[in-house]
């Protein structure tokens, strides 16, 4: 179907993104704005931008019908939904194709197929993708969770069914501690809530978070290698790289082999992103979900690629078939991505929105900056407190490493504290340098030796443009 | 003589601790010092807006989950 403007469903970052993406594409663009958002970057580099609604991310960028209602009205032929807000949502998936418009994602059905995790693990499964072992459904009683949990290996978790959010998980190292857990877990189930039933799944203790980015037409699928986000501060992604520094090769194929052929059994169309757990300790990785979007990571990709994959999925949304043989995509160097948000590290990541008084972005060959800032720009509280995504790449990890230190040394945001000291620290740290860490590895590090730097942004003054 | 208490930080503005929770003060009830009046979430973490001063809270001058500045009029004590 022939797309002639495309309507930014989202803000930030990633709508500046996408409106960069669609004009190389020679394509107009709307910006949706909530009533908080008429002055940012997104809005005065599109062509039009379209209100949705009140400050409230629920009221406007979260409203399907207020946003098919504004793509429609501005005249736009496609929407893209960027990443969070409504990029998951198949019901408003749905309604854009049905409005007459062009989802740039995958087909509404890919989308509520994939964000089931039973169904997309059975999916993984079926392709012959290794899932986190376990049991199939509820463990009847104690014998017979011993037996499982002799067939899945321990350490084991006890997970009860009807729990969630981490809650009502404990971890048995061997036969004794689950005959003596096993019915602690189902009491503590039954009376918080109300259903005792509990199921066992591996524990992996020291597990590194690797994602493999895949591109699909529909039909056939390729992978353009992984990404390492083992550096996560809340189950918040902060540093990101790409590739898995801990992989070796014969890994490194059979995970993104992996990826290719479950993209390819569910007929997967546009960018997505198989998210696994990998044990270092035995080089095992397990499939996990499914990211049926763009990701905010996915710079890190594209440099050491050298693919732009949101001009790709804008024209593989546009009908077009997927441009690349899996013989054409090659790695080359290694690329990460700190993530700058608007928060004190000094003082608990206290989020801290404001005005940008001063900037001075970094620059020189191999870093990029993408950013929703400006000089003059008021950081509005209502949203997330993404800045910036500063990405250095270089010929090796090492390189990269000292590349976006220089970078991040030439970083000056005035007017409001950013999380850029806390890159600096990871950048000279003998265990991130060494790439020994794993998902629990920043929260450990930073209980063990709280940051103290100062509570403003750095005091020097941004250098005179020449 | 009321007294208009400001938005401690710009946010949302929330009277109950969830949807569907009761309101942490409703209109003519009595506020003691470090009762929580209601919340401000500011990108995604929520602050308590704990009251610094007694007295009966006569009248909220903003909805649940409207958008508020820092200084903005938040609630008239007397």
């Known amino acids: 179907m022939a797309v002639s403007t495309i309507f930014i469903a989202n803000r930030g970052e990633i709508a500046v993104r996408v409106i960069r993406a669609a004009r190389e594409l020679g394509l107009h663009t709307v910006q949706a704005v909530s009533a908080a958002d008429g002055d940012m970057l997104a809005a005065r580099l599109a062509d039009a931008v379209a209100p949705v609604g009140p400050a409230h991310a629920t009221k406007s960028y979260l409203n399907k019908e207020a946003v098919v209602r504004a793509a429609l009205e501005s005249g736009c032929d496609a929407v893209h939904p960027g990443y969070g807000f409504l990029s998951e949502n198949a019901d408003f998936a749905q309604m854009v194709e049905e409005a007459g418009l062009v989802f740039i994602g995958p087909r509404p059905e890919t989308i509520r197929q994939m964000g089931d995790k039973a169904r997309a693990r059975q999916e993984a499964q079926a392709a012959g993708v290794p899932t986190v072992p376990g049991t199939e459904g509820v463990v009847a009683d104690l014998d017979t969770a011993k037996a499982e949990a002799a067939r899945i290996g321990y350490p084991v978790m006890i997970k009860a069914a009807a729990g969630g959010g981490g809650r009502g998980i404990r971890v048995a190292r061997h036969e004794a501690e689950l005959a003596t857990l096993f019915p602690q877990a189902s009491g503590e189930a039954r009376a918080a809530f109300g259903d005792g039933g509990l199921y066992l799944e591996r524990f992996i203790g020291r597990a590194r978070h690797i994602e493999v980015q895949v591109l699909g037409d529909g039909k056939r699928a390729v992978h353009l290698f992984e990404r390492e986000c083992s550096l996560q501060r809340r189950r918040q992604k902060v540093w990101e790289e790409a590739p898995a520094a801990c992989l070796t090769s014969e890994q490194r194929v059979a995970l993104c082999d992996s990826a290719v052929r479950l993209a390819e059994r569910v007929g997967y169309r546009g960018a997505g992103t198989l998210e696994y757990l990998f044990d270092d300790e035995t080089g095992e990785f397990f499939f996990i979900e499914m990211n049926t979007r763009i990701q905010v990571e996915h710079p890190v990709t594209e440099m050491v690629t050298g693919i732009d994959l949101v001009r790709t999925m804008i024209s593989i949304a546009m009908g077009e078939p997927l441009p690349l043989a899996q013989g054409d995509i090659a790695l080359k160097g290694h690329a990460i991505e700190a993530r700058i948000c608007a928060e004190d590290p000094a003082a608990d990541f206290r989020p801290a929105p404001g005005t940008v008084t001063g900037l001075a972005l970094p620059g020189g060959f191999g870093v990029r900056f993408d950013t929703l800032l400006y000089a003059g720009y008021t950081v509005p509280p209502f949203y997330d407190s993404l800045l910036g995504k500063l990405i250095a790449h270089d010929e090796s990890r090492a390189a990269a490493i000292t590349r976006l230190d220089r970078a991040l040394g030439e970083l000056v945001v005035e007017g409001l504290p950013t999380t850029a000291p806390l890159h600096r620290a990871l950048a000279a740290d003998p265990a991130v340098r060494a790439g020994r860490v794993h998902t629990r590895w920043l929260e450990e590090w930073l209980a063990a030796a709280p940051l103290a730097v100062p509570l403003a942004a750095p005091a020097s003054p941004a250098p005179t443009p020449a | ?78």
């Not at chain 2, 309101?23 to 470090?34: N, S, T, Y």
């Open chain 2, 1 to 78: 003589m009321a007294k208009t208490i400001q938005a401690p930080l710009p946010g949302t503005f929330y009277r109950a601790s969830a949807p569907g929770e009761p309101p942490f003060k409703l209109e003519g009830d009595a506020v003691a010092v470090g009762d929580t009046v209601g919340l401000i979430e500011v990108m995604k973490s929520f602050t308590p807006v704990v009251a610094e001063e007694a007295g009966t809270l006569i009248a909220f001058h903003v909805e649940n989950e409207d958008a508020v500045m820092a200084g903005q009029p938040l609630y008239d004590l007397g």
